[in-house]
């Protein structure tokens, strides 16, 4: 049975920096073919990507927050760690990991997100 | 970048409905489908544009490739009611529509 769990403050400051620790069970992060994606959900807004790590400790960003998120894993406890640097109160927010599975057919693979934590509500505020 | 319409649906239970996910370029089959209730995680029901998810009713259907993708409810039911999303994993950045709200006439 698969699950995610994200933890981490719920207020912080602006110009604070954000660490959300994302705890799994389930699956392994050293699986081949397994990786953890964060998506975050602004209040009453639409779902939008962050960040995304691999087995093989591959890293992908969104383009507009790529200078501000770092994603990282440690594999033995089974964790992934998302750091956001600067917080601004535009990035208050439903903090969400999900597990990624990689598919492979004759000529390709592909990725889909099977299993996502409760999500974690980070509020930015002074 | 990924288009959803409509932006919001009014329903009955029994009705067929189609949400449209249209994308800026060609993304293959590179799609999935999910469904999120107020206050609880996205659940995922179709990936690969047109397989369902195990475990999800046979009453979600999704079919495209290229460039227009469309999510088909058979017969809704009242659980059904919910907000839907499209997601492409073709190209970094992921992106995701902005979401197709999905409720009772």
Not at chain 1, 44 to 72: C, N, P
Not at chain 1, 92 to 102: M, V
Not at chain 2, 47 to 56: I, P
């Given at each position: ?36 994606s ?12 962050l ?8 890293k ?6 790529k200078t501000?998120l ?16 600067n917080?601004d ?38 | 970048?990924?288009?959803q ?15 449209t ?5 060609d993304i293959?089959?590179y ?26 009713s ?21 659980e ?8 492409q ?6 992106t995701f ?9």
């Amino acid at each position: 049975q698969v699950t995610l769990r994200e933890s981490g403050p719920a207020l912080v400051r602006p110009t604070q920096t954000l660490t959300l620790t994302c705890t799994f069970s389930g699956f392994s992060l050293s699986t081949r073919g397994m990786c953890v994606s964060w998506i975050r959900q602004p209040p009453g807004k639409a779902l939008e990507w962050l960040a995304r790590i691999d087995w093989d400790d591959d890293k992908y960003y969104s383009t507009s927050l790529k200078t501000r998120l770092t994603i990282s894993k440690d594999t033995s406890k089974n964790q992934v760690v998302l750091t956001t640097t600067n917080m601004d109160p535009v990035d208050t927010a439903r903090y969400y990991c999900a597990r990624g599975r990689r598919y492979c057919r004759t000529d390709d693979c592909y990725w889909s997100f099977d299993h996502w934590g409760q999500g974690a509500l980070v509020t930015v505020s002074s | 970048q990924l288009t959803q319409s409509p932006s919001s649906l009014s329903a009955s239970v029994g009705d067929r409905v189609t949400i449209t996910c249209r994308a800026s370029q060609d993304i293959s089959s590179y799609l999935a489908w999910y469904q999120q209730k107020p206050g609880k995680a996205p659940k995922l029901l179709i990936h690969d544009a047109s397989t369902l998810q195990s475990g999800v009713s046979s009453r979600f259907s999704g079919s495209g490739s290229g460039t227009e993708f469309t999510l088909t409810i058979s017969s809704l039911q009242p659980e059904d009611f919910a907000t839907y999303y499209c997601l492409q994993v073709h190209t970094f950045p992921y992106t995701f529509g902005q979401g197709t709200q999905l409720d009772l006439k």
